[in-house]
């Protein structure tokens, strides 16, 4: 998708915009999300797929080689490691879905513990 077309209207929007195989790809990443993430409500912000749950959890996009996942692990030195030799530049991380799911699933767990804490900021 380049950055001179129309801004995507929803997730199936963006997909859409590339070729197949890479399509196919981010359906799984999708569906990681989705299968760590239920409840979550999909959105596009920032012309890419996001998904939100009291705030953010997490963003997604397709480039050239490889497919971006965002934020990256934070909060969990363990997971932290696991994801460390497919961080990139700005937080990039391709990466293994297992991995998408358990960053996915420690992104609930922060946003609800900040909405407990009183602490709940608005999603972009």
Do not use: C, W
């Amino acid at each position: 998708m380049s950055s001179s077309t129309r801004a995507p209207e929803s997730i199936d929007d963006y997909i859409s915009g590339f070729p197949p195989e890479l399509q196919a790809t981010l359906q799984q990443v999708r569906q990681a999300v989705r299968n760590a993430a239920p409840d979550a409500e999909e959105a596009i912000s920032y012309r890419i797929p996001a998904f939100r749950l009291h705030g953010v959890l997490v963003y997604f996009a397709a480039f050239q080689k490889h497919v971006g996942f965002y934020p990256p692990a934070r909060g969990d030195a363990r997971l932290e490691r696991a994801v460390s030799p497919y961080a990139g530049e700005k937080g990039n991380l391709p990466m293994p879905l297992e991995l998408i799911e358990r960053i996915t699933r420690l992104r609930v767990k922060q946003n609800l513990a900040r909405r407990a804490a009183g602490r709940h900021k608005v999603a972009t």
